[in-house]
Nanobody, 124 residues
């Protein structure tokens, strides 16, 4: 599975962005897909995840109510809609695919495939 993330950019606080994660490979629909982010000098952190069926989603507490993860399996694409952006959302955002257990869904080591990342900058 190969992943490509795009859609990042520069936004003012309070603005919105939609990130896309496009995947190749016929088995994509069998994987949980997650978004992680990494700001300079920090470790990569979990943002959101969606199970292969799209029926279950999980979020970092600080993005709940602002970010929405979704997927369209027929298009091999996962989206991250980000609303009410804050400066602390500034980071490189990565999409990733794997089959983590629920207890490990927030651990980057449980994912097999990673995209190249897209920069999100929130600043006035």
């Amino acid at each position: 599975v190969q992943l490509q993330a795009f859609g990042g950019g520069l936004k003012q606080p309070g603005g919105s962005l939609r990130l896309s994660c496009a995947a190749s490979g016929s088995t994509f629909t069998t994987y949980t897909v997650a978004w992680f982010r990494q700001a300079p000098g920090t470790e990569r952190e979990f943002v959101a995840a969606i199970r292969n069926s799209g029926g279950s989603t999980y979020y970092k507490d600080s993005v709940k109510g602002r970010f929405t993860i979704s997927r369209v399996n027929a298009e091999n694409t996962v989206y991250l809609q980000m609303n009410s952006l804050k400066p602390e959302d500034t980071a490189i955002y990565f999409c990733t695919a794997g089959r983590p257990a629920l207890s490990a869904i927030r651990l980057p080591t449980r994912y097999y495939y990673w995209g190249q990342g897209t920069q999100v900058t929130v600043s006035s």
